[in-house]
């Protein structure tokens, strides 16, 4: 299947996103956050990124813009709860900034399935 790189700096949620990927057939890192993410797409790139938006250190919009800026072509799926802000408006702004599709938290195993077929090759 493919490889996916998963940012996210709530170990919880970021390791059951892990394990449901994981036994959806993909190959899955993760990190904890903006900083690392750049680090380890450029030592092994994926073929999705799935970038929270709200996350300590580095945000998720900067770290799309940093992708697309560095010349990344990889599809990035933006995540986000919202937290302070309403998420819709952060996801909306994420596809501005470069992500190709937006998924709210929480979101269903069937939802996030779906946005894998149209973002993966099959």
């Given at each position: 299947?493919?490889?996916?790189?998963?940012?996210d700096?709530?170990?919880?949620f970021?390791?059951?996103?892990s394990?449901m990927?994981?036994?959806?057939?993909?190959e899955?890192?993760?990190?904890?956050?903006?900083?690392t993410?750049?680090a380890?797409?450029?030592?092994r790139?994926?073929?999705?990124?799935?970038?929270?938006?709200i996350?300590?250190?580095?945000?998720g919009?900067?770290?799309?813009r940093?992708?697309?800026?560095?010349?990344?072509?990889?599809?990035?799926?933006?995540?986000?709860?919202?937290?302070?802000?309403?998420a819709?408006n952060?996801?909306?702004?994420?596809?501005?900034?470069g992500?190709?599709?937006?998924?709210?938290?929480?979101f269903?195993?069937?939802?996030?399935?779906?946005v894998?077929?149209?973002?993966?090759?099959?």
């Amino acid at each position: 299947m493919a490889k996916i790189l998963l940012v996210d700096d709530e170990d919880s949620f970021r390791k059951m996103l892990s394990l449901m990927l994981t036994r959806l057939g993909h190959e899955v890192e993760d990190v904890p956050n903006g900083t690392t993410a750049w680090a380890k797409f450029e030592a092994r790139p994926a073929d999705l990124v799935i970038m929270d938006l709200i996350m300590p250190e580095k945000e998720g919009l900067e770290t799309i813009r940093q992708f697309r800026r560095n010349g990344a072509e990889t599809k990035i799926l933006a995540i986000s709860g919202g937290g302070r802000v309403d998420a819709r408006n952060l996801l909306s702004v994420a596809q501005q900034f470069g992500a190709d599709r937006a998924l709210a938290k929480p979101f269903t195993t069937e939802e996030l399935i779906e946005v894998l077929k149209q973002l993966l090759p099959a």
